[in-house]
Each structure stands twice: as structure tokens, then as C-alpha cells.
């Protein structure tokens, strides 16, 4: 635990007030609105984006909207499900994590840390084992940055292959 994680602060005891240390409890935020990148990703009415089969490396965006400067992002994993049919007839998923600052003429984005080659030969669903990603080093929002996850999907040519991305979770700690 680093010491910026600890905050002394007065609190209530049962009407004792004690001054003391405790620890920010992480905050979790899913995020499912999406910016489709690929028009062959869908933004279905029940509140996903789809990918149907026989699909290479398409791009669908999802923006970290709400995060407030000092917050800091520690974990991100995609939620949804994945379909395959057997080997060979594979669905893979990667996503990557990114920031986006203005420069002179454009924009300058960097990789924060990536989930690579999600490779499933049945339906699956996306969790903490085989969809997350913990930075190597924690990311503290800065002002006037933009932060986005964005997903890449491949699917064979079966009807099995297919993936339904409902969102994406974030592990934070909050600046309050």
C-alpha cells in the first residue's frame, strides 16, 4: 500500500470523533457507451456491440467518459461474451487501453497497457481470467486528457463466432 493511498482524516466512532488513517476503497465503473469504429460492429438495441462471423481485426471504441482529474486507473476488464465452435474455428479479442492529448496539428495517443489475443474455441464470457488487464503502473488522469479502450475483434466463419461486448470495467481509485 503506498502512502498516498492512506488519508488521515477525522471520523465518527459512535459519537467519539478519532483522527486516524484509512484506506480509499476502490471505485468500479463500467462503461458501455461505444464509438464503432469498424462499421461492421453493431450497436445492438439491447445494449452491446456485436461482432457477427467472419469478421478480421475490427475496431469498435469505448470512451471513459465521467473520470475526474487525480482519479487513478488501476485495472480495466472488457464484460460480454464470446462465441467460438471448435479449434479452428476461432473467435480472438484484444483491447488496449489509451490516452489522448492534444499536440500541434492533431493528437498524440499512447498505449496505457494492453489484453492481448483473447482466443476462445467455445463460448465463453469475458472476466477477471481471461479479460483484464492490471497496469504495470497506475495511471493518474491528468487535465484536458482523453482516456478510451479499443477492441479488436476476429471471428472465423462459423455462425459460433461471434462476440457481444456489453462494456468495459475500471478499477480506480477516486480523487474525491
Do not use: H
Not at 25 to 44: G, L, P, Q
Amino acid at each position: 500500500m503506498t502512502q498516498d493511498q492512506l488519508i488521515s482524516k477525522d471520523y465518527d466512532l459512535g459519537g467519539e470523533m478519532r483522527r486516524g488513517k484509512f484506506v480509499v476503497i476502490d471505485a468500479i465503473k463500467v462503461y458501455n457507451s461505444f464509438n464503432i469504429v469498424d462499421s461492421d460492429w453493431v450497436n445492438n438495441s439491447d445494449g452491446y456491440d456485436y461482432l457477427v462471423k467472419n469478421k478480421s481485426a475490427k475496431k469498435t471504441m469505448v470512451p471513459l467518459t465521467g473520470l475526474k482529474t487525480g482519479d487513478v486507473l488501476k485495472s480495466f476488464q472488457l464484460t460480454g461474451g464470446v462465441g467460438g465452435a471448435s479449434v479452428g474455428k476461432t473467435t480472438v479479442v484484444d483491447a488496449a487501453l489509451y490516452k489522448a492529448v492534444g499536440a500541434n496539428g492533431g493528437v498524440t495517443t499512447t498505449s496505457l497497457g494492453a489484453i492481448t489475443q483473447i482466443t476462445v474455441n467455445a463460448d465463453d464470457t469475458f472476466d477477471s481470467a481471461n479479460a483484464a488487464k492490471t497496469l504495470a503502473t497506475e495511471v493518474t488522469i491528468a487535465d484536458e486528457t482523453q482516456y478510451f479502450v479499443l477492441v479488436t475483434g476476429t471471428t472465423a466463419n462459423y455462425d459460433e463466432c461471434d462476440i457481444r461486448l456489453s462494456g468495459v470495467k475500471v478499477t480506480m481509485n477516486t480523487s474525491g
